[in-house]
């Protein structure tokens, strides 16, 4: 049987879980994401169909999801309609998978993923949703290929192929040096090089406790070689810090265990021991990727932190839309009023710093204040 002369297809982004990122971010903050999303989406997608005909931006059918129509010729030679479709898949996950950092800063957790799927349309579709459903939900790599992938990481973990980067952390006010963020990438001029890709890699081929464990083992040892008034904020997630080898080596001064997911109350309360246990050896204790919604708040009343971080959607959220700031300055006075210094992350321009400026920060973090750069040569970026 011949392939048609035509095809009509579907390209499908989805947010993962936007009403968790409601939760734990505060609904107009996401819906300033999301507003952003929908500026910079179709230009995009639009240059991934570049050789596709007909392509057109439907109307939303739910909040967080957008779908492209086209229709693709069947040239003679050329690639099978299944590998011309994987070939548009594959492109849009990249580039989405980048944008997804942009606009949510890439540590929001695996809710605001954006996930990319090719679709071939039948030729009877009467729901069209619960049919994009049932393809959004399958898995997008083959096993083979997860196989490999996981190969090449317990390589880079058995090899102590991963590097220490460091992100200055200065004070809100005047910009001062107090302490680094320990960040990690993988083999240069790899493709898990950046973060993003080398912890998504992980979570993918179920390593990501085993990565987390390598990168903070690594980490906590460039402690003892930064001067005595400088500290060092590590992240771990909940499963690392419940691992007794890992929680030891971080209960020291000047060590902030920077806690990395968003936790509900009932898991908050469950983290205490191991929290009392980091705290009595030194340690400090920040929550990270806080927003504006309740979970947040609520869980920051349990668990007391000596930092809490403003994720970078919050940052860049007050920045597209300023109605957003009196809500984030009751949400810093609520931090506060539970003893914690509150710190900006992903503070890129002065026009964030200025439109931050009345909300109480006490800490920054970004590329205004400086870039990781690789742990040795952390003397060339600290005020001694």
Partial sequence: MHAPATADCLLVVDVRAVARL????????????LGELAERLPALLGGVLAQARDHSLLAASRRGRWCVRFRWDQKPLAESLDEALGVVEAAAQRLVGDLAVEVFGGATGPWAQLVARALLLPPDCSDLDAWVDGHMAEAGSRLDELAELRRRLEAIIAQGAIRTMLQPIVAFSDGAVLGFEALSRGPAGTDLE??????????RTGLSLDLERACAVQAVQW?????????????????????????????RPRVVAEITEHLPIDGASGLLPALAELKAGGAGIALDDTGCGFADVAAAEIIRPDIVKLC??????????????????????????LGAQVLAEGVETDEERRVLASAEIDLAQGWLFGRPFPAEEWQHHAAF
Wanted: hydrophobic letters at 50%; charged letters at 20%.
């Fill in 22 to 33: 409601d939760e734990v971010m505060g609904a107009r903050v996401i819906d300033a994401a």
């Fill in 312 to 337: 970078i959607t919050v940052i860049r959220g007050v920045r597209r839309n300023p109605s957003i700031l009196p809500g984030l300055c009751q949400t810093v006075g609520r931090f506060r009023a």
């Fill in 194 to 203: 950046r973060a993003d890709h080398l912890f998504s890699a992980a979570a």
């Fill in 223 to 251: 402690a003892d070689r930064l001067p005595p008034n400088l500290f060092l904020s590590i992240n771990a997630s909940v499963p690392l810090l419940m691992d007794d080898q890992v929680r030891t080596r971080l209960a």
